[in-house]
């Protein structure tokens, strides 16, 4: 069966980094491009890195660019999340997604405190 499973969240003071992670299996992401989104309680889901196949394109909204990198390893069938300078407002349940195949992981909570 095909999943997502993420980790790597956890508690950090504004300023702090977190490096998230998104171990995939019953398929390969070779194929596709994957996506970080979060949620936030009350918020609607958002987009916060989208990354190529082969890494090629990387794509982040301006509250987290220049703050986060998104990046992975096809070999292992991971994809990261490498968060720095982290505010309180990045707190938020964190997913990753393979749109193709429509697959989300169950989130990982990331909270900042001021």
Not at 14 to 22: D, E, I
Not at 61 to 73: A, D, N, T
């Amino acid at each position: 069966q095909a999943q997502l499973v993420e980790s790597g969240g956890g508690l950090v003071q504004a300023g702090g980094s977190l490096n998230l992670s998104c171990v995939a299996s019953g398929f390969s992401i070779n194929d596709y491009w994957m996506n970080w989104y979060r949620q936030a309680p009350g918020k609607e889901r958002e987009l916060v890195a989208r990354i190529s196949p082969f890494s090629h394109s990387l794509n982040y909204p301006p509250s987290v660019r220049g703050r986060f990198i998104v990046s992975r390893e096809n070999a292992k069938d991971t994809v990261y999340l490498q968060m720095h300078n982290l505010k309180p407002e990045d707190t938020a349940v964190y997913y990753c997604n393979c749109p193709r195949a429509n697959l989300w992981g169950q989130g990982t909570q990331v909270t900042v405190s001021s």
